[in-house]
């Protein structure tokens, strides 16, 4: 069976929320609580290739897919649409700002999810400013 964020408590989404700004602090209650996948799946968000593998090698292979797919891999893209996870898909999409998706969850009132979707979009802005200065590039 394939999860979906969508799947999760409202509370639970604003703690994952939280942890993808990277405040350890609630990604440290996910995965103490029982959300494992949502503290690996935040982590992968940050480019923690361990918990990306955590999450391909585990019951939640969607989370890692989806973290693959934000970042605009095209066999993940893909993966999530023969998969039929729709909603994954839109929230990927949205994540590359892609307007019809963004769209998508302005129209259906997912506020939660568009702040998720404002957070990643900013953390991978951060990571491509990283990606291109020298001085933070490694050897």
């Not at 602090?25 to 996910?30: A, G, S």
């Not at 994540?95 to 998706?101: G, Q």
């Not at 769209?103 to 506020?111: A, E, H, P, S, T």
Request: net charge negative; hydrophobic share 45%.
């Amino acid at each position: 069976m394939a999860h979906s964020l969508i799947d999760y408590d409202p509370k639970i989404l604003l703690a994952l929320s939280e942890s993808l700004k990277g405040d350890a602090k609630f990604t440290d209650f996910l995965f103490q609580n029982g959300y494992p996948e949502l503290a690996a799946f935040s982590a992968a968000v940050h480019s923690n290739t361990e918990a990306l593998h955590w999450l391909l090698k585990s019951n939640y292979p969607e989370f890692g897919v989806l973290s693959n797919a934000i970042d605009g891999e095209a066999n993940a893209i893909m993966w999530l649409q023969k998969n039929k996870l729709d909603f994954l898909s839109i929230f990927a999409a949205a994540c590359r700002k892609e307007d019809k998706a963004i769209r998508w969850f302005v129209d259906n009132k997912l506020d939660i999810f568009l702040m998720m979707i404002r957070t990643i979009h900013d953390e991978l802005k951060h990571q491509s400013w990283d990606s291109s200065d020298p001085h933070r590039r490694r050897n």
